[in-house]
């Protein structure tokens, strides 16, 4: 059977969500707190990668086992088990081919920045301490979703095949005590949601105008974007899939 875990972690103490030769990493710590509960070798599949210290409201990743008879039973225990900074929230039978990567359509990042200094937000959020013009920011997220290829914004000598994302949501907005970004796609590429926030920041402090968005994109060029903004600040907050591949009868 396969099933799918929907949980969340900080991930300050975490080197990442990807296990990693000589680092702690969130997928490792799940994979031994499931194969300690369930009594056999279990390896679990996330639905993306995490760099080290970025957070996840609303993260997925699937497993294969034979029947889990009390699927309420098995969250509880593995929330006792696991660490404080990484919690389940539900456990889904799925179809056998499912995938938690390749099937999501959609996923949803969050960047954090304060404007004060605030002690809550130390671990959790960007300071940035000069004015920031969210209007012309938001102008300049808009051009966002006129480009499909996002080289420019990727990390430099990423392996990957395409460049290509569809953009389908980026907005700032004042969120009480602190400003949020929120984007929107079918797939990010690596860096790339810190990258666009660093470049976004630079066009809020009047260093860039909103329009240059479109000629940085254009270029293709890594070194033309902004600075990537620290990953505390970034959380990964909601994966969308089919539900054609869920157990309609859960």
Known sequence: ??????????????????????????????????????????????????????????????????????????????????????????????????????????????????????PFYADFAHCVWQELHVQKMNEAAAFLLNHTDFECFSKSNTDVKTFICDVRKAVWSQNDDKLVFTISADRFLRNMVRAIVGTLLEVGLGKRNPEEINKIIESKSRSKAGVSVPAKGLYLTRILYPKSIFDEQE
Do not use: C
């Open 1 to 118: 059977m396969r099933y799918f875990i929907r949980f969340s972690y900080l991930g300050k103490a975490y080197h990442g969500w990807q296990k990693q030769p000589n680092a702690i990493s969130v997928q490792e710590v799940l994979e031994n707190a499931l194969s300690t509960i369930l009594r056999t070798s279990i390896e679990i599949v996330g639905a993306g990668r995490t760099d080290t210290g970025v957070h996840a409201r609303e993260m997925y990743a699937h497993f294969d086992f034979e029947t889990i008879q009390d699927k309420g039973q098995l969250i509880q225990r593995l929330n006792s088990l696991l660490p404080q900074d990484i919690a389940i929230q539900e456990i889904l039978s799925a179809a056998g081919t499912a995938h938690a990567r390749f099937d999501a359509t959609e996923r949803t990042y969050e960047y954090w920045v304060i404007q004060r200094k605030n």
